[in-house]
């Protein structure tokens, strides 16, 4: 899909415009976060802000603090009791993209096809949660 100048976007075609998301190392440094800028939000990556290979507790509960939505491939986040807890506490918003967005391309055109879904979910549903993004549905995982 061609690249598309902000001023070449209109309202409707920013569907992510207020939001501000952090990306995991897991979903990559480029063409991903340039996909959500293009879709309107703002954007930063674990590795700008916390360094590479920074631990996932830390840069989750800065993510809550700052109201920042988490963009992750590791659904295992809700598995490990560190990255749990800080899920909770921090109140965080994240989407885990599955498997069949195991390439960038694949990832950005999975995050363009759901935006709106992405904004009304995060607009609509109280945090935290953990949403798992695939082509065809969007499914709330449970934060035990």
Do not use: Y
């Not at 993209?97 to 935006?115: H, K, P």
């Not at 709106?116 to 798992?132: D, G, M, W, Y």
């Amino acid at each position: 899909m061609p690249k598309l100048s902000a001023a070449s976007l209109t309202s409707s075609s920013r569907p992510l415009e207020g939001l501000t998301f952090l990306v995991d190392e897991s979903v990559g440094a480029k063409i991903v976060p340039e996909a959500l800028r293009e879709l309107g939000a703002i954007v930063h990556t674990v590795a700008e802000r916390f360094g590479q290979g920074a631990l996932d507790e830390e840069w989750l509960m800065e993510a809550g603090v700052q109201g920042w939505v988490v963009l992750t491939r590791d659904r295992m986040i809700r598995k490990r009791p560190n990255e749990l807890a800080a899920l909770r506490v921090a109140n965080v918003r994240a989407f885990a993209l599955t498997a069949g967005a195991q390439t960038g391309q694949a990832a950005a055109e999975l995050l363009r096809l759901r935006a709106e879904k992405i904004r009304n979910h995060c607009r609509s549903e109280k945090a935290p949660f953990l949403v798992t993004i695939t082509a065809s549905q969007m499914t709330r995982e449970k934060l035990r």
